[in-house]
T-cell receptor
Framework: AAGVIQSPRHLIKEKRETATLKCYPI?????VYWYQQGPGQDPQFLIS???????DKGSIPDRFSAQQFSDYHSELNMSSLELGDSALYFC????????????????FGPGTRLLVL | SQQGEEDPQALSIQEGENATMNCSYK?????LQWYRQNSGRGLVHLIL?????REKHSGRLRVTLDTSKKSSSLLITASRAADTASYFC???????????FGKGTLLTVNP
């Protein structure tokens, strides 16, 4: 079965540079979520999109922005990178609109490991 | 604020033993889910239990939910070395679908 695809898998950037992370959800999933997991930490919710509209916002810095495109893939744009942005960034997808289905199960991608030097 | 808190933070057992991890949360929930994460890798969904359910089974996994105590437990029976991983509980609540994770339990199963 198709899974969530994230690219790149690893990324090394310098401070103050920009980075773009991409996420391709499971086909027919209508919701995409972004999470950040620092070293030894639990994942923290950043932002989500439902049917290409932002649906919820968490602890996402103003330096970060995200969007979901017409083909449902999503991109997380990160500018003015700081050392503290080094983390594992996960994308997850779910099918929210499915009537009768258990709600809330999110399928996670393998993550993008970002290292800011 | 952190929704879920796992207990214990680390657990080391022998292969074949059972492992029990606990999770507490603070606000009302729609459901509670358990995820597994191998070192530095992706999160794998294990099981979901709805707020109106009290117990759920999936293979060697057993999850209980006590909404009056705002707590859940994950039992892994007959553990295997391959079960070594971090286990997180995560909740959704209200009208949003975002997951709020607990701190996680690092389970080590020794062969």
């Amino acid at each position: 079965a198709a899974g969530v695809i994230q690219s790149p898998r690893h990324l090394i950037k310098e401070k103050r540079e920009t980075a773009t992370l991409k996420c391709y959800p499971i086909p027919r999933h209508d919701t995409v979520y972004w999470y950040q997991q620092g070293p030894g930490q639990d994942p923290q919710f950043l932002i989500s999109f439902y049917e290409k509209m932002q649906s919820d916002k968490g602890s996402i810095p103003d330096r970060f922005s995200a969007q979901q495109f017409s083909d449902y893939h999503s991109e997380l744009n990160m500018s003015s990178l700081e050392l503290g942005d080094s983390a594992l960034y996960f994308c997850a997808s779910s099918f929210r609109a499915r009537a009768g289905a258990w709600m809330g199960t999110q399928y996670f991608g393998p993550g993008t490991r970002l290292l800011v030097l | 604020s952190q929704q879920g808190e796992e207990d214990p933070q680390a657990l080391s057992i022998q292969e074949g033993e059972n492992a029990t991890m606990n999770c507490s949360y603070k606000t009302s929930i729609n459901n509670l889910q358990w995820y597994r994460q191998n070192s530095g890798r992706g999160l794998v969904h294990l099981i979901l239990i709805r707020s109106n359910e009290r117990e759920k089974h999936s293979g060697r996994l057993r999850v209980t939910l006590d909404t009056s105590k705002k707590s859940s437990s994950l039992l892994i029976t007959a553990s295997r070395a391959a079960d070594t991983a971090s286990y997180f509980c995560a909740t959704t609540g209200g009208s949003n679908y975002k997951l709020t994770f607990g701190k996680g339990t690092l389970l080590t199963v020794n062969p």
